[in-house]
C-alpha cells in the first residue's frame, strides 16, 4: 500500500527527482520572453518564456542578471541557458536562468542598440546642447593613448595645419576593463586645463576593441563637458556612443584634427584674397569720394562771398538798367503827355486871342468884364498882345 505524501513532501520529491536528471541541466531554450519584470530591489529579473503552443516560468537571479550586456524585454526571441528545477511553494517547475543571448543578433550590438534609445530618449544627443568648435583655438587637448598611431596622426596633421596652437596630451587607457574610467577622467581633467577644443578617441580595432567607448559613463562624461569634444574612434565605418554625445564626429582621428584647427596655409591664402578684395574695395571707394568731392567743390563755389557779389553786381547793373529803360520811358511818356498839355493850354492862352486885335482891361489889376464896373475918371491899363497902355475913362 502506498504511503500518503503531504503537499510539500511531494513537490521536494520532485524537485530532488529533477536536480537528478542532469539532462534538465545547463539546458538551452529558445522562445519569446513575455511579461517580464525586473524586480528593481533585488534585481531578479522574471518572465515567462513561451512559442506558439506552450509556455514556461522562468526566474534569473541579481548574480547572473547583472552581468548580462543588454537589458531584456518583453516580444524579445531569446535562447536562454539554465535548470529546470521545482519552486516547491507553489508546485511548479520553473527555468532557472543563467544566461541570456538574444536569437538573431548580438548581445553587445542590443545593449548598444538599447542604451542609445535610452540617452536619446533623454536629449543627450539633441544639436541643441551641441557646443561650437572655434575656428581659431589655442589649446588642443587630445584624450588618447599615449604612443599609438591616432596620437601620431593628429600631432603630425596639427603641427602641420596649424602650428601656433598648443596641443596638450591626456595619455589614457583605450581599451581593456580600465578603459572606461581611464578616459573619462582624462576628460575630466582636460576639461579643467582651460582646452579650448579637445579631440577624444583612438585608432581602429574590432568591435571589442572600441567597445569601452559605447560605455554609458563614457558618453554622460562627454556630454556634461563645458569644452567642445570632438570625437575621433576607429575608422570611418565605426560608430560608438561618445560620437552621438560629442559636440561633432570625426570619421578618424586624422579627420579630428583637420576639424580642430584651421589650416594655415589656406588662411594665409584668404587673407591675401581678403587683402586686394579690401585694396580694391578702398581704391573704389576713394575714386566715389574724390567725384563726390569735386561735385561738391563746384557746387560749393555757388555759395562762396565772390560769387554771391559778382552775382549781385550782375543783378545790380541788369536791375540799374532796367530802372535806366524805365526812367526814360516814364520821362519820354511824362515830355510827350507835357507837350500835348502845353498845346492844348497855349491854344487856349489869352495872348493867342490877344494876337488877333483883343486887349484886356485892368483897374487896379483887377480883370474888367463889363463896362457897368467902370466910372468916369476911372484910371485903367489896357494890356495888349505886345505892350500895355494907360487911359482914364471919360464920358
Not at 575621433?232 to 556612443?241: K, N, R
Request: charged share 25%; proline share 4%; aromatic share 8%.
Amino acid at each position: 500500500m502506498s504511503s500518503i505524501l503531504t503537499v510539500s513532501q511531494l513537490n521536494r520529491y520532485m524537485s530532488f527527482k529533477l536536480k537528478e536528471d542532469s539532462k534538465l541541466r545547463g539546458l538551452l531554450v529558445k522562445g519569446e520572453i513575455s511579461g517580464f519584470t525586473h524586480h528593481m530591489r533585488t534585481g531578479h529579473f522574471y518572465f515567462t518564456l513561451k512559442d506558439g503552443q506552450s509556455s514556461v516560468k522562468a526566474v534569473m537571479f541579481s548574480s547572473y542578471a547583472s552581468a548580462l550586456k543588454f537589458m531584456p524585454q518583453s516580444g524579445m526571441n531569446v535562447i536562454v541557458m539554465g535548470s529546470l528545477q521545482v519552486f516547491e511553494r507553489d508546485g511548479v517547475y520553473q527555468l532557472y536562468v543563467t544566461d541570456i543571448q538574444p536569437d538573431g543578433i548580438g548581445a553587445q550590438y542590443l545593449a548598444f542598440e538599447q542604451l542609445k534609445e535610452k540617452l536619446a530618449a533623454e536629449g543627450l544627443f539633441d544639436p541643441i546642447y551641441k557646443k561650437p568648435v572655434p575656428k581659431f583655438p589655442e589649446r588642443v587637448g587630445i584624450v588618447t593613448a599615449k604612443g599609438g598611431a591616432a596620437l601620431r596622426d593628429i600631432l603630425n596633421i596639427l603641427g602641420r595645419r596649424y602650428p601656433i596652437c598648443e596641443a596638450v596630451i591626456f595619455p589614457c587607457v583605450v581599451q581593456g576593463e580600465y578603459a572606461v574610467d581611464s578616459v573619462c577622467e582624462a576628460l575630466e581633467f582636460a576639461d579643467k586645463s582651460g582646452c579650448d577644443v579637445i579631440i577624444c578617441g583612438r585608432g581602429g580595432g574590432s568591435y571589442e576593441d572600441l567597445s569601452a567607448f559605447n560605455s554609458e559613463k563614457i558618453a554622460r562624461t562627454v556630454f556634461s563637458m563645458n569644452t567642445p569634444v570632438i570625437s575621433a574612434v576607429g575608422h570611418e565605418t565605426d560608430t560608438t556612443l561618445i560620437d552621438f554625445t560629442s559636440d561633432l564626429r570625426a570619421p578618424t582621428p586624422s579627420a579630428a584634427a583637420e576639424l580642430a584647427v584651421p589650416d594655415m596655409s589656406a588662411l594665409a591664402a584668404a587673407v591675401t584674397s581678403y587683402s586686394k578684395a579690401l585694396d580694391n574695395a578702398f581704391s573704389a571707394v576713394i575714386a566715389r569720394k574724390k567725384q563726390e568731392l569735386l561735385a561738391i567743390e563746384s557746387e560749393l563755389k555757388n555759395y562762396t562771398p565772390s560769387a554771391a557779389i559778382s552775382a549781385m553786381k550782375e543783378r545790380l547793373i541788369s536791375n540799374e538798367k532796367r530802372l535806366v529803360e524805365a526812367i526814360n520811358i516814364c520821362l519820354e511818356r511824362k515830355r510827350s503827355k507835357f507837350a500835348s498839355g502845353a498845346a492844348a493850354l497855349d491854344s487856349l492862352s489869352p495872348l493867342k486871342i490877344m494876337a488877333r486885335g483883343y486887349s484886356l482891361v485892368y483897374k487896379e489889376k483887377t480883370l474888367i468884364k463889363s463896362a457897368e464896373e467902370l466910372s468916369e475918371g476911372d484910371r485903367i491899363t489896357l494890356k495888349f498882345a505886345d505892350s500895355e497902355a494907360s487911359a482914364i475913362v471919360g464920358r
